[in-house]
């Protein structure tokens, strides 16, 4: 039975949340201020959180951050009545997973969080490897067995996504959502171009590829065999 978190200082709202959540089969536990819900985040025994991003005590992009410094990895769907794109640009940097703007519907809450909760669970480990790659999320350093990979910031990302789902195919669609934080595919070759410059970082002429381009498909990163 999933655990969700919700830290919402409106009590109708939280009533109506928490009622939809348990009929769907949730434990609920509710937190109606920031300070009380930084506490309970903190524990990090829950599966999903929601927060509020407007409460008293403490905001909820203050609780996020806070959380994602101390390697709190559960999802986070932030609620707000901020619906702009820089809010929800703000949102998602904090550290965030998805975004939605009150007024809601209930029916749209659940399937978000629904979503969260079936993306592979982050590995707590600060360091990544996938056959010879390594990433190391603290230093930021990259390798591919001795040698040194400089990357920048919108690649190590692209690579951190792709070596903690090793072996998966991953869409364009999903590199957009996941990486850039876009809610829709823009008709652009965006990812492609980010891709190219990575492949010719990770895969030298003279060693084994390792990310593969599925044609019409997307891309796969897989360890030498």
Known sequence: MPKALLIEDDRETADEIVAELVERGFVVEWAATGIEGLDKARLADADVMIVDRLLPGLDGLTIIEVIRKEHVRTPVLVLSALGAVDDRIRGLRAGGDDYLTKPFALGELIARIEALLRRPAENRD??????????????????????????????????????????????????????????????????DVHMGRLRRKVDLPDEPPMIQNIRGEGFILRAPA
């Open 126 to 191: 600060t360091v990544v490897r996938v056959g010879p790659l390594e990433l190391d999320l603290l230093a930021r350093t990259a390798r591919r067995g001795e040698r040194a990979m400089d990357l920048l910031p919108r690649e190590f990302r692209l690579l951190e996504y792709m070596m903690r789902r090793k072996d998966q195919l991953l869409t364009r669609a999903m590199l957009f959502e996941e990486v850039w934080n876009y809610k829709f595919v823009p008709q652009s070759n965006l990812v």
